[in-house]
């Protein structure tokens, strides 16, 4: 019988909690009142905000020189459903996981849909891989998938994200997500704009291939692994090829696929004015695609961020629906910890965005009172909303302290003693 973290434990640690908890609660539901803020108004919001996790992220990641693996790690995606399912138990912030083919690959995708809804998760976009050779395969992606100059490498492109939206279908999910690592290293290598037209010729036969309710998501990242050109290396490329494959084709930001210091929010607003947002990878960095702890670097960034979500979304009414997603790689933490306390964050800069007077900082932007401006928005990521996050996780039946609850459960033992090391295991991102 497989251990997990019974509800009763939680019960337990909570009621340990409960007392600091509440007391800390109404003190900020008196601070906030006297701002004019309804605190069960954002909690209830705050409950109500989710993310998914990556079935890849459970494993420990790696850099490009080796990887470091932890005890315990999941040895397929059964075990990566159940570390999931750990993280959603305790945070109550992340009901859904996002799958990638072909690391997710089982014989039954029935069977796997049954045991996800039996741990209380559902899927979330479905992400294809032609960055990476499989066992076997005919042609190489080594000089890119979508947009290669050999129509049979494209070709098999295109088959394997079709692949992926009918295993997405027996999933549930109504989403792909398409990244290509397609460039080049050298000046001259490559014909940029042929290589963008081949992309977009490929991209309509995988559009074509959506079921009506689905929408592809396009993730532009600006370098890595090609070092010189890549084809969709910026929001400006992803916004174009969203523009020309229709409707159902949208612009994902994975925040840390941009040149240092970009203004990310910015993109963000042009998205929206667009309609073009699909949703986020979440994660921070420091130099590049560094794939950190969400809000480990720069948490006003990402609190920025979500400034404007919370702004689109008052603007835009509830069809404003973006879809959200931690993309990180956990290298010197325990996965499962990491992507709570990474779930936990986005959470809190979401609750920090809510607290933001709009109405006060629209008419200080009217009068062009840069000052008084940037104090109304920054009134909001100074306040501490612990309390907040705490309150909508117990309400939610999670952990008040997802973390300490974690620990203190002994899941990660448990797991080292029932999942043998396997040869071959690979439950890293690159
Ligand atoms: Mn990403």
Known sequence: MAFSISDAFVAERNAADAGALAEDYAALGRSLARRGIDIEAITTEVAAFAVAVPTWGVGTGGTRFARFPGPGEPRGIFDK??????INQLTRATPTVSPHFPWDVVSDYGELKGLASSLGLGFDAVNSNTFQDQAGQAVSYKFGSLSHTDKAVRDLAVAHNVECIEIGRKLGSTALTVWIADGSNFAGQSNLSRAFDRYIDAM?????????????????????????????????SSFAAATELGPQAKCLVDLGHHAPNVNIEQIVARLVRYGKLAGFHFNDSKYGDDDLDSGSVDPFR???????????????????????????SHNVTDPIE??????????????????VDRKALEAAQEANDALFAHRTLKAGFVTDVSPILGEARRRSGGAIDPLGTYRASGYRAHKTKERPPVEGSRSGIV
Not at 81 to 86: K, R
Not at 211 to 224: G, I, R, S
Not at 338 to 355: T, W
Request: with cysteine.
């Open 302 to 328: 990402l609190f920025l961020v979500f400034n404007e979500l919370v702004d689109a979304a008052r603007s835009k009414g509830p069809g404003f629906a973006p879809a959200y997603m931690i993309d990180q």
């Open 81 to 86: 459903l159940e570390d999931c399912a750990v």
């Open 338 to 355: 990491s992507l709570m306390q990474s779930a936990i964050e986005l959470q809190r800069s979401y609750a920090q965005a809510l607290l």
């Open 204 to 236: 309509k036969q995988v559009c074509a291939a959506l079921p009506a309710d689905w929408q592809v998501f396009l993730e532009h990242k600006f370098y890595e692994p090609a070092f010189y050109s890549t084809v969709i290396a910026d929001w400006g």
